[in-house]
């Protein structure tokens, strides 16, 4: 999971979209904003929605490779997620920063689960099913959001042998917290990513093989761009970033970027 760049919204696709959110905030209670903002999400949600099909173009904008989710990277995200579920949170229904595009598994594992962060602790904030429809307690999201934040900064991914995600070493104890969290909560462990995530390190690999090759043979610039490109807009990105960044750990890895430096700014 990497950072995710904002492509933004037009006006007037912005403004329409606070017009709907104010829609929701006009409710006088807050079951009623949860309410409607429910409703109003189904209703404007849809494909044939001019507003919601900018919506999904700029979301797809931000996506790795083939429209990936942005939180596994493997599957395509064809969700309009809620980083803040909105069963939760009615004031962010229709707020552009609160999007991104997930996959049904990572969307639906999470769903309204949700955590903040509240006196030095991590506190469930899930509504129950049939629980009374209270406002959450108030705190930072435990969530690491990969649209404000970076991921990597809580994250190692290991790349030489379980392509696991674990927590950095050097963090504090609530951000160790958030990262446990949010790998539990995403699954991003999951059997399937864990076989993605390697037999993407071994195209990355081939693909930088075969830069390096290209290269030393003398092909033209447009056709090196091409390599590069195609490894820029992978899927995985995140092993990508790992190769990059723990490349003085692995000896061939060593090598490849010694002899291609310029890898390195992809």
């Known amino acids: 999971m990497l950072h995710l760049d904002d492509p933004g919204l037009d006006a007037t696709t912005a403004r ?3 017009g709907y ?9 807050y079951p009623g904003q949860v309410a409607a903002g429910k409703r109003l999400f189904e209703r404007y949600n849809r494909r044939t929605n001019r507003v919601f099909k900018v919506v999904r173009t700029s979301l797809a904008d931000m996506c790795a490779g083939a429209r990936r989710c942005g939180y596994c990277e493997d599957s ?4 309009v997620e809620h980083i803040k579920p909105k069963d939760l949170y009615p004031q962010k229904v229709f707020v552009w920063e609160n999007y991104l595009f997930a996959c049904g598994q990572c969307n639906g594992g999470k769903n309204n689960r949700f955590s903040v962060i509240s006196r030095g602790r991590l506190r469930d904030v899930t ?4 629980a009374p429809v209270r406002r959450p ?3 930072a999201p435990a969530l690491i959001n990969p649209r404000d934040e970076d991921p990597l900064g809580f994250f190692d991914l290991e790349i030489t042998e379980t392509f696991v995600f674990l927590p950095r070493m050097d963090l504090s104890e609530i951000d160790e917290q958030r990262a446990h969290y949010t790998i539990d909560t995403l699954k991003l462990n999951r059997d399937v990513l864990l076989e993605a995530r390697r037999e993407a390190y071994g195209a990355y690999r081939a693909r930088l093989f075969e830069y390096r090759q290209r290269r030393d043979d003398g092909a033209s610039g447009t056709a090196l761009r091409i390599l590069s490109d195609a490894i820029m807009t992978s899927a ?9 960044r723990q490349r003085s750990l692995v ?5 490849l970027f ?9």
Do not use: C, I, K, Y
Not at 127 to 130: E, K, L, M, V
């Open 16 to 18: 329409v979209l606070r």
């Open 21 to 29: 959110q104010r829609r929701v905030d006009n409710v006088g209670s």
């Open 76 to 79: 395509v995200g064809d969700e």
């Open 127 to 130: 509504r129950r099913r049939n």
């Open 137 to 139: 307690r108030a705190g």
């Open 236 to 244: 995985h990105p995140t092993v990508w970033r790992e190769m990059q």
């Open 251 to 255: 000896g061939e890895l060593r090598d």
């Open 258 to 266: 010694s002899d291609v430096p310029e890898a390195l700014s992809w």
